[in-house]
């Protein structure tokens, strides 16, 4: 199983990104999958999840109203959009896949790459 994370650069404050989670060796449609980051010094924290259809979605209070995931099951890639950054945003960003979008949030089964986003202010 692989998941690999893929999107992140270097973005002004406000600015957008998308990241995208590609998977591989799993029947991804049967998979949640969750995002997460962690900031230099600081604990991974959940950032948002979707559900297996993409029907049901999570997120951070700090990042509601922001941050969109979405997933295309033919493709086998999660996407998270993310707009209005914030220098607090700045962060290596991972996904994992669990059994449901409530599970994968604190244990997830695979976990991906990071992929770094930084915002400048």
């Known amino acids: 199983v692989q998941l690999q994370a893929s999107g992140g650069g270097l973005v002004q404050a406000g600015g957008s990104l998308r990241l995208s989670c590609a998977a591989s060796?799993?029947?991804?449609?049967?998979?949640?999958v969750g995002w997460f980051r962690q900031a230099p010094g600081k604990e991974r924290e959940f950032v948002a999840a979707i559900g297996l259809n993409g029907a049901s979605t999570y997120y951070a209070d700090s990042v509601k109203g922001r941050f969109t995931a979405s997933r295309d099951n033919a493709k086998n890639t999660v996407y998270l959009r993310m707009n209005s950054l914030k220098p607090e945003d700045t962060a290596d960003y991972y996904c994992a896949a669990g059994d449901n979008s409530v599970v994968v949030r604190t244990s997830a089964r695979y976990w991906g790459q990071g992929t770094l986003v930084t915002v400048s202010s």
């Open positions: 060796g799993l029947t991804f449609s049967r998979y949640a």
